[in-house]
């Protein structure tokens, strides 16, 4: 591919308060819709309900080190 023949993508990624969003076609972002996954903070223990585009900490004591929860579904490895 020449050089001259480069056609600069249309269209525009930003990254603001809320998140990642990408608007093509004039749509807004959509933020905060969606399933909620839970973390455990790292400090304090509590449950930490999120969903995309929240910002990344404790709602109890403002820590920033949250841990997913291990899933309760069973899952299994076949070893070779």
Known sequence: MSREAYQPPTESHTYGAGGY???LGGEP???GV???VTYVCGDCNSKVALKRGDPIRCKE???R???KERTRRMV???AR
Do not use: I, M
Request: glycine content about 12%; some cysteine; charged content about 10%.
């Open 76 to 78: 299994q490895f076949e």
């Open 65 to 67: 080190v949250l841990y």
């Open 61 to 63: 004591c403002g820590h």
């Open 21 to 23: 969003s990408s608007q």
């Open 34 to 36: 969606g399933p909620s």
């Open 29 to 31: 972002a959509s933020e």
